[in-house]
């Protein structure tokens, strides 16, 4: 069974950075597309950044530049730096894996992936 636990939200200040973390079992996270997706209060899922399998990574327009996302295969982990928050990050974020095998194919539709965890909370203040 899959099990993801997402952990490092916290509230912090505007220009501020936190790195996320989903630590995986019963399931590599190397071994499928896999992202990193949020919810605003009154908003819909959107997605934030993704890394396929082969490593390649994709970024929503509105994180370029700010967050990273990376994964350790032996720690089964993926991970989202992020940096120069602002309040409009704010918001429930997942780690969700691709609902389909795609070898090389990278996506942020959040219509494709699923999630198996809880989330964390992200508050940025200004």
């Known amino acids: 069974q899959v099990r993801m636990v997402e952990s490092g939200g916290a509230s912090v200040q505007a220009g501020g950075s936190l790195r996320l973390s989903c630590a995986v079992s019963?399931?590599?996270?190397?071994?499928?597309?896999m992202g990193w997706f949020r919810q605003g209060p009154g908003k819909e899922r959107e997605g934030v950044a993704a890394?396929?399998?082969?490593?390649?990574?994709d970024y929503a327009d509105f994180v370029k530049g700010r967050f990273t996302i990376s994964r350790d295969s032996a720690k089964n982990t993926l991970y989202l730096q992020m940096s120069s928050l602002q309040p409009e990050d704010t918001a429930m974020y997942y780690c969700?894996?691709?609902?389909?095998?795609?070898?090389?194919?990278?996506?942020?539709?959040?219509?494709?992936?699923?999630?198996w965890g809880q989330g964390t909370q992200v508050t940025v203040s200004s």
């Open positions: 969700e894996i691709y609902k389909f095998n795609a070898p090389s194919y990278i996506t942020l539709d959040h219509r494709d992936f699923v999630d």
């Open positions: 890394i396929a399998r082969d490593g390649r990574t």
């Open positions: 019963g399931y590599t996270v190397s071994g499928n597309l």
